[in-house]
């Protein structure tokens, strides 16, 4: 990448498909999550008197929390209470009985009947999420909220389900305006390198969230990162990601003469970019379509 | 209980040649989880995105009728999920991650670097494409489907699919041509 890379298109392809495979650990830890999530839904289901909840996952928009969400807010708050003080019973029960619980025998193909029976109705709260994660504003104030299971941490359901979910209700009581602030701040702190100047991923992840800020219709947070680019990004990286960003960002705002003049450079830079398309529906349209006459 | 504990190979044999979730689960996690990291699923939301796959896998999986190939019919879940956390993620812009620790596996530091670098090759050439796009290019280019595969996970013609991947395919070359030449 870079002027590094000597590999060919192909390679290059391999290569970035074996480094897409998930780390050691990472098939079972979801395993783990998806047994578990089936465990809660199991116990809401037979509070209904169902027992399988026919929940249509693909249908509605999947929220970000998906995991620790679906819990809790499928049972409903009463229907929590209920089960948490059954759950406590037979929990309890069972400590007075069995001395230790066997959630280990949850085991996907290990279980034995009555076991799963007994360790299933230990559930004592639905799974969190790994989907909760931080924004970089909240990540700033608290620490990361734990993942389902880190690769050869965690093992057993109730493990999994001690972790709270209370600082994400926090965050949102905060103020609109305090979100939008640490947010915009966040955005360009969040990831400032150590040495000051920033890195290749650094700057493509500005970027896109550069994107994203546009998309999303807040133009001022896309041009305040762009310049935060500009000002602390070696001049030559990404330089026509960058322009194209920028043009498609003036032209947003409204700012023709920033756009045109950040097209030319784009033409000085590269007059055959593969970013042309991109500008074709821009307000830069014309000058995208014919190549730079300083070039 | 007992029978929606346990997974449907260990409730009852499955008939026919109907693979066991197990048996899936062994051989396409690997393929499902690369599949929502090159379609842009940020690495905090991976774990969440993955049971997302399997959950539906294993409720869906009763109905499948093998009218197409499990690896096509994976795929087409793992567009969706995909797709729908895209979109929360629009939602939420501030939330891309920085950092990607699934990039940061074992191997020999020099082999892992030069994979991570031809990720981060691949990735900002998927960001330049259409989300249509960069389905097509995971599928045929990164995974290796076939033409009418893909078709049938994205929901286009493989007409279609053939011509934007050959577009896609010179797209990439002289893109990845041009990074190399790069001061």
């Known amino acids: 990448v870079n002027g590094r890379s000597t590999l060919g298109a192909e390679q290059v392809l391999e290569q970035a498909r074996r480094s897409l495979n998930p780390g050691p650990g990472v098939a079972e830890r979801v395993r783990e999550g998806v047994q578990t999530l089936l465990l809660s839904e199991l116990a809401a289901g037979s509070r209904d008197g169902s027992s399988s909840p026919p929940t249509p996952l693909l ?34 029960w069972l400590a007075l009985h069995l001395g230790q619980l066997q959630v280990g025998q949850l085991q996907v193909g290990d279980e034995q009947a009555p076991d799963t029976t007994g360790s299933a109705s230990t559930q004592p709260n639905p799974p969190p999420s790994t989907a909760a994660a931080p924004s970089s504003a909240e990540a700033a104030d608290r620490e990361p909220p734990a993942t389902l299971a880190r690769p050869g941490s965690v093992k057993t359901t109730e493990t999994l389900s001690s972790e709270p979910a209370q600082p994400r209700r926090e965050s949102a009581r905060r103020p609109a305006e305090i979100q939008k602030a640490k947010r915009v701040a966040a955005t360009s702190s969040s990831v400032a390198s150590v040495s000051g100047e920033l890195t290749l991923r650094e700057v493509l992840a ?17 041009s305040e990162i762009l310049s935060d680019i500009d000002q602390r990004a070696p001049p030559a990286l990404l330089v026509e990601e ?37 500008l074709t529906e821009s307000c830069v349209a014309a000058q995208a379509e014919r190549p730079s006459s300083t070039r | 209980v007992v029978h929606v504990l346990a997974f449907p190979d260990e ?43 399997w959950l539906i896998v294993f409720r869906r999986l009763p109905d499948f009728e093998g ?70 290019f995971v599928c045929v280019l990164l995974e290796g489907m076939r033409a009418a595969e893909a078709a049938e996970a994205v929901g286009l013609d493989e007409n279609t699919v053939v011509n934007r991947v050959r577009a896609l395919r010179r797209s990439f070359q002289s893109w990845a041509e041009a990074r190399r030449m790069e001061p």
């Open chain 1, 206 to 222: 500005l970027l896109q969230r550069a994107e994203a800020a546009r998309a999303d219709g807040r133009l001022g947070d896309a």
């Open chain 2, 67 to 136: 009218r197409s190939r499990h690896r096509t019919w994976l795929f087409g879940i793992v567009i969706n999920v995909a797709r729908n956390v895209r979109r929360a993620l629009r939602r939420e812009p501030n939330l891309v991650p920085l950092r990607d620790d699934a990039l940061a596996l074992s191997l020999d530091p020099h082999a892992q670097s030069e994979r991570n670098e031809a990720w981060l090759m691949v990735e900002m050439f998927l960001s330049t494409l259409d989300e249509a796009r960069r389905e097509i």
């Open chain 1, 59 to 92: 249908a509605p928009p999947i929220e970000p929390a998906t995991a620790a969400r679906r819990g809790p807010t499928a049972l409903g708050n009463g229907k929590l209470v209920l089960l948490g003080a059954a759950l406590g019973i037979i929990g309890f």
């Open chain 1, 242 to 278: 960058r322009l194209t960003a920028g043009v498609l960002v003036a032209c947003s705002m409204g700012d023709h003469p920033r756009a045109l003049r950040l097209r030319e450079r784009l033409n000085r830079e590269n007059s055959a970019t593969i970013y042309a398309g991109r």
């Open chain 2, 11 to 53: 409730a009852q044999p499955p008939p026919d040649e109907r693979p066991s979730f197990n048996a899936l689960y062994a051989q396409y996690f690997e393929f499902g989880w690369r599949g929502l990291r090159a379609l842009g699923v940020p690495s905090d939301r991976l774990d969440d995105a993955a049971q997302e796959v």
